[in-house]
């Protein structure tokens, strides 16, 4: 493994991702989810990161789901971690408001998703969604929360991404970190292993080969343009991936820390030597990477 990946491996290390279930409140229209029942317990998951905590330490958790705002006892878990000195990202649709019952909110990253403005997002996640994810985001600020918000882009909103800040900028005072979600390609949707889900496509268009090179070349996106996204990823089936969005799992919660590391590192290996790409951080799954591979091929192209 070369000095730069190395790196970044033994940083990413330090950070990892939790999705405790897929159910959510919402039924958005272009989600690929198959929202399943299996839900992680509060234990469960302090059991895993208790044991991490042995091999590595701990200095970022972020939980996803599905909605982890719609788990009972999730702020009494997050409210323990905090009190370890654990810094919390939580990506939520912001439609929940449960911001009261956390201890720590200079602690915690709110990363609420927000599709654009407020018509198109409501189109996707339900009439009257956005308006209570600003008045959400609103409280969260005036209670110190950090705030990102996390964006999905489709032909049709991509032409609005300006007017879209500048709402933001209005509604909140400031404008917070925006991440830039390209809506999954076919490339990936139909041939993912698990969910196999496209979604409605009709006024929610992928973005054409294009737009996409646009989007990566002008905005923060993800997945990133040097890739590197990879981590300890633990989902709600148990099983433990190399990535957010992986398929093939590198082992289960039982599994020893050391082993679950050894087989991440192995798979950046592997992936290391066919990888044609310059400047790259390293994938944990390349024969999939996410439908993005022709894109990044393109972008290291126009780079050089």
């Not at 390209?182 to 196999?196: A, D, E, G, M």
Request: net charge negative; with cysteine.
């Amino acid at each position: 493994m070369n000095s730069i990946v190395k790196a970044h491996f033994d940083q990413v290390l330090h950070h990892l991702y939790i999705n405790p279930l897929e159910k959510c409140n919402l039924k958005c229209k272009i989600c690929y989810t198959r929202k399943t029942n299996p839900i992680l317990s509060n234990e469960e998951m302090l059991e895993f990161i208790n044991r991490y905590k042995k091999e590595q330490t701990i200095e970022t958790i972020t939980f996803c789901g599905g909605e982890v705002m719609a788990l009972a006892t999730f702020p009494k878990l997050v409210n323990v971690l905090t009190r370890q000195g654990i810094f919390i990202q939580i990506i939520t649709n912001g439609t929940i408001d449960r911001l009261d019952e956390f201890e720590t909110p200079n602690l915690i990253n709110l990363i609420t998703s927000l599709d654009g403005l407020p018509t198109y997002h409501d189109k996707n996640r339900g009439t009257g969604n956005f308006a209570k994810s600003i008045a959400f985001m609103k409280k969260a600020h005036e209670m110190s929360f950090h705030l990102d918000v996390f964006s999905i882009v489709t032909h049709q909103n991509l032409p609005f991404i300006s007017q879209f800040e500048q709402y933001l900028q209005d509604q909140l005072g400031f404008l917070p970190v925006v991440t830039y979600h390209p809506r999954k390609p076919p490339t990936y949707l139909t041939v993912h292993p698990v969910s196999n889900i496209v979604g409605e496509t009709e006024g929610f268009d992928f973005l054409n080969r294009e737009e996409m090179l646009t989007l990566m070349k002008t905005k923060n996106v993800f997945p990133p343009k040097d890739l590197g996204c990879y981590q300890i990823a633990v989902a709600s089936d148990g099983k433990v991936y190399g990535c957010c969005e992986g398929t093939i799992s590198i082992g289960t919660l039982q599994d020893e820390i050391t082993t679950l590391i050894a087989n991440l590192k192995q798979r950046l290996e592997t992936w290391e030597k066919t990888n044609t790409l310059h400047n790259c951080l390293g994938c944990s799954q390349s024969e999939f990477m996410c439908g993005i591979k022709q894109y990044l091929l393109e972008l290291q192209t126009y780079a050089a």
